[in-house]
T-cell receptor, first 114, second 112 residues
Framework: DVKVTQSSRYLVKRTGEKVFLECVQD?????MFWYRQDPGLGLRLIYF???????EKGDIPEGYSVSREKKERFSLILESASTNQTSMYLC?????????????FGDGTRLSIL | DQQVKQNSPSLSVQEGRISILNCDYT??????FLWYKKYPAEGPTFLIS?????DKNEDGRFTVFLNKSAKHLSLHIVPSQPGDSAVYFC???????????FGTGTSLTVIP
């Protein structure tokens, strides 16, 4: 069974801090994704990566960056956290073969920026 | 601008009856559609998908219908079970353009 593990379930940070959200998958998936989920807006794609050191912007990349140094790990970075980045963050992974491949999700990190 | 819309935030159905969840989209370039189910405090799990070259795909109790001319898809669950109570998200992608969008979700409650 695919396991996507997000490093924290809950995280509280202060405005202006640099925040790292970590995600690890154990199924040798090529694609990895970061989403945020907000009430009334569903899941919105922030960034995705289809290979090591490769990244593509999603729908809402502003204020975020990502890092993929190893195939199994995909990090989301908030360069200078702001209160409007308080949200649920979800990581996902999938096999190569197109962005439409079914994605396997982690359980999410609820991030609060004070 | 929401490219994938689920206009019903919630739906309640009696156990054993059919649940129909609807999804509308605006981009005619979408070529693949998926449904995910999400329980509280868990990430979404993939349920069923359909390519734009088909109009129906079935997997057990779950069937997805696609009407390209109306830019509409629906998920049918028959018969509905209490364990189906969850939030359901539809998603759409443009494979060559690396675009992927989720809807806002519909919360399904199946009443025993």
């Amino acid at each position: 069974d695919v396991k996507v593990t997000q490093s924290s379930r809950y995280l509280v940070k202060r405005t202006g801090e640099k925040v790292f959200l970590e995600c690890v998958q154990d199924m040798d998936h090529e694609n990895m994704f970061w989403y945020r989920q907000d009430p009334g807006l569903g899941l919105r794609l922030i960034y995705f990566s289809y290979d090591v050191k490769m990244k593509e912007k999603g729908d809402i990349p502003e204020g975020y960056s990502v890092s993929r140094e190893k195939k199994e790990r995909f990090s989301l970075i908030l360069e200078s956290a702001s209160t409007n980045q308080t949200s649920m963050y979800l990581c996902a992974s999938s096999f190569a073969g197109g962005i439409h491949q079914p994605q396997h999700f982690g359980d999410g990190t609820r991030l609060s920026i004070l | 601008d929401q490219q994938v819309k689920q206009n019903s935030p919630s739906l309640s159905v009696q156990e054993g009856r059919i649940s129909i969840l609807n999804c509308d989209y605006t981009n005619s370039m979408f070529d693949y559609f998926l449904w995910y189910k999400k329980y509280p405090a868990e990430g979404p799990t993939f349920l069923i998908s359909i390519s734009s070259i088909k109009d129906k795909n079935e997997d057990g109790r779950f069937t997805v219908f696609l009407n390209k001319s109306a830019k509409h898809l629906s998920l049918h669950i028959v018969p509905s079970q209490p364990g189906d109570s969850a939030v359901y998200f539809c998603a759409a992608s443009v494979d060559t353009g690396n675009q992927f969008y989720f809807g806002t979700g519909t919360s399904l409650t199946v009443i025993p």
